[in-house]
């Protein structure tokens, strides 16, 4: 029979052995409390892959002492459901460990939700989706939600020495000289997910010859050869690839130029240039705008040439993008401007044209006083004569409140006060 992967092999039995999140699982602590107190409720454990959200749900019912079964939303059927809702009758109550939980659809819902609404049934779901976005309000307002945070390397690296000592699930039977650098690249190349960190530790040592003394010698080329996984965690398609493209347009807001090409390298490394291309138009315009006009033209430029040149190319002209936008000078007027507007529209601030402004090209226009009075601009020295453009409602409406972060704004600015 084949061996489980070190990994499965490592995960804790018991809270004491749970490395990392200590925001849940340190002295005082929420989660910490519930467990010392023995007074469990259902939950939620969130946290991106390799975090241990199953480990630590294993864990506490280790701790619990409570009789637990596992299954995952996606595999799993209704009738395995059933089974431990009749194990949970046997022994009073069922800690039931639910994988990719945000995959449960309706009929599986509402099969548990009245077991855990008696108490029949303790849940604690594990998800790399965020809870609030993809699981149903019915499960999630019965649960406590929990975040977890992604590993240190330090913590990793704890991992990794607890599992070349253990003897009994671990590579303690092994002679093994790693050496120091592997340890660290492992526990940095990961980036934070202990089962990747694990399991390319037990390719490394299990793939290179013993000497004949015994001893296996594992490299840094050879943890680097056994560990493939990208540093970043997100995919494009995930929860945390919204959180690198919030983290992105609000870098360049704050006019932090490195921040921003750090997040731009994440959104390259993760492959999806329609989102990059999207947000930097959106940034162009939202948060540079009138403070540097040309950059919109610029960046849409920019953009096209990414779309013909393509990965990995691309990066160059969107590097230039980035740079400029995020030392450009920032302003927001013209679309809060549009904002305060419609906002005041629908409120009811509108009101009728003015007579004047009213179209006059059809017969008997005249008649009604449609165009009368009206002052043509070009007709006036410098192209502009004072009059009302607004309804009488809100004549005295302003929503345009202009910024001095930019030439071209301060220009603008000069021109509004003027002719206001």
Known sequence: MKRQPLAYRMRPTSVEEVIGQHSLLGEGMMLSRMIKANQLS??????????????????????????????????HHKKDMETAVEEAKMYGSLLLILDEVHRLDKAKQDFLLPHLESGLLLLIGATTANPYHSINPAIRSRCHIFELEQL?????????RRALADEERGLGHEKIDIAPEALRHLALACGGDVRAALNALELAVLSTPKQPDGTRSVTLRSAEQSIQKKSIQHDKDGDAHYDVLSAFQKSIR????????????RL???????????????????????????????????????????????????????????????????????????????????????????????????????????????????????QQYL??????????????????????????????
Do not use: C
């Open 268 to 386: 390259l490394e993760a492959g999806d240039l329609i989102s990059i291309h999207r947000r930097l138009l959106v940034i162009a315009y939202e948060d540079i705008s009138l403070a540097n006009p040309q950059a919109g033209p610029r960046t849409l430029a920019a953009i096209e040439a990414s779309e013909r040149l393509g990965l990995p190319e691309a990066r160059i002209p969107l590097a230039n993008a980035v740079v400029e936008l995020a030392l450009s000078p920032k302003s927001n007027s013209a679309y809060k401007a549009l904002d305060a507007a419609i906002d005041a529209l629908r409120k009811g601030g509108s009101g009728e044209v003015p007579r004047h402004l009213k179209d006059a090209h059809y017969k008997g226009a005249q008649q009604l006083g449609r165009g009368s009075d009206y002052k043509y601009p070009h007709d006036y020295k410098d192209g502009w004569v004072k």
């Open 42 to 75: 259902s939950m939620v454990l969130y946290g991106p892959p390799g975090t241990g959200k199953t480990s630590i749900a294993r864990a506490i019912a280790g701790s619990s002492g409570m009789h637990f079964r596992m299954l995952n939303a996606t595999v």
């Open 391 to 420: 309804p009488d409602k809100i004549a005295d409406h302003r929503y345009y409140e202009p910024k001095q972060t930019g030439k071209f704004e301060q220009a603008l600015s000069e021109m509004y006060k003027r002719r206001s």
């Open 254 to 265: 704050g006019s932090d130029v490195n921040a921003s090409l750090h997040y731009l390298a």
């Open 152 to 160: 240190e390397p330090d913590d990793i690296e704890k991992a990794l």
